[in-house]
């Protein structure tokens, strides 16, 4: 029931948020182990993702990982109802600005089109991501922003129109536990982290089937792992196994 709804303000938006939606141990659960992790990263990489900003991908280990991520039954009614049941998670990976970090300038995800000869083409969607919290993320913490209806503009115009303030651009602050589905084309900015805390957002990309890039780097997933999950749900999942 609340599938519907959601695809409905998916496609006027761009975007839905489910709140409250995941389990909030399991966050718990995952942050704890991935904590260390990051910090480790952090402290040994050069920012990835502009002025102090980060990406690292997301291990597959228990309890990073978690089966309720992936195969929630209401993401996966939301996604498959606005691609179609042929889909596959190829992307698992975390988004971390931290203090100091500035406004991004507005763009889109995956900015190369399916097709070079015309990239205004308007198309269904083929990719669509999914991201939840590690930590809340209220105004201070650098919540992304989105300009709703973009998705759905050819792009020079859909940046004219923000440049020149015709559109109303929209932070989206959450809480743990909710979980922001969004098309990667609506234009939309991360805004800066002001607290000693990094925004930790976990993302997972659903993709058609007939889709492929190597936009992001990706972890691998363990043997146990692999065997732990049903038939179903490995053919859910485009990553490489160890």
Not at 4 to 13: D, G, L, V, Y
Not at 184 to 205: D, E, F, K, V
Request: aromatic share 10%; net charge neutral.
């Amino acid at each position: 029931m609340l599938s519907t709804p959601a695809i409905h303000e998916f496609q006027s938006q761009g975007y839905c948020v489910l709140r409250n939606h995941f389990d909030s141990h399991l966050i718990h659960e995952c942050r704890e182990a991935f904590w260390p992790r990051m910090l480790r990263f952090i402290e040994n990489t050069e920012p990835n993702r502009g002025a102090h900003r980060y990406f690292l991908p997301l291990p597959f280990d228990p309890p990073c990982f978690a089966a309720q991520f992936f195969f929630d039954p209401c993401v996966l009614a939301i996604v498959q109802g606005l691609m179609d049941d042929r889909i596959v998670a190829d992307q698992w990976g975390c988004d971390a600005p931290l203090p100091g970090s500035g406004y991004q300038e507005f763009h889109v995800d995956y900015q190369r089109p399916l097709f070079a000869e015309m990239p205004d083409l308007s198309l269904p969607a083929y990719a669509i991501v999914v991201s939840f919290g590690l930590v809340r993320i209220p105004q201070e913490r650098g919540p992304i922003e989105i300009v709703p209806g973009t998705h759905r503009m050819k792009r020079a115009h859909a940046l004219e129109a923000v440049k020149t303030e015709k559109l109303a651009v929209q932070a989206v602050p959450m809480e743990i536990g909710d979980v922001l589905i969004r098309h990667p084309w609506a234009l939309h900015r991360g805004t800066p982290n002001t607290t000693g805390i990094p925004r930790a957002l976990c993302t997972i990309r659903y993709v058609r089937r007939w889709y492929a890039d190597a936009s992001r780097d990706v972890e691998h997933i363990p043997g146990a792992v692999w065997k732990s999950l049903t038939a179903e749900q490995q053919s859910l999942m485009r990553f490489p196994v160890s």
